[in-house]
Nanobody, 123 residues
């Protein structure tokens, strides 16, 4: 059974940095993994994804500021967030799905989700 658990959220002033972690269990080492976020009143937004071969893709809103990576055992996912902006305030979720190559920012493609961790950025 796949389980995902995020950690590392918090409150930060604009321009600061945070690193989120997502610990997975249940054999997700070969899964495509992604970070999504959801602000109040807005749809869930995919922001970064990493395929099983290590290739990554980013939403324009975070490109150049956020970096997705995974641990050597590929059961831990990270999101390093730099130069944070107030618009980055949201609940951040990790997600995993087997064999995903395209449309990686469509939340419906991911069967496995964590509970989320809150990131709040003040100006």
């Amino acid at each position: 059974q796949v389980q995902l658990a995020e950690s590392g959220g918090g409150s930060m002033q604009a321009g600061g940095s945070l690193k989120l972690s997502c610990l997975g269990s249940g054999g997700i080492y070969s899964y495509t993994k992604a970070w999504f976020r959801q602000a109040p009143g807005k749809a869930r937004e995919g922001i970064a994804a990493i395929r099983s071969d290590g290739t990554t893709t980013y939403a324009d809103s975070v490109k150049g500021r956020f970096t997705i990576s995974q641990g050597s055992a590929k059961n831990t996912l990270y999101l390093e967030m730099n130069n944070l902006e107030p618009d980055d305030t949201a609940m951040y979720y990790c997600a995993a799905g087997r064999g995903l190559l395209f449309s990686l920012f469509d939340p419906a493609r991911y069967p496995h989700w964590g509970q989320g961790t809150q990131v709040t950025v003040s100006s």
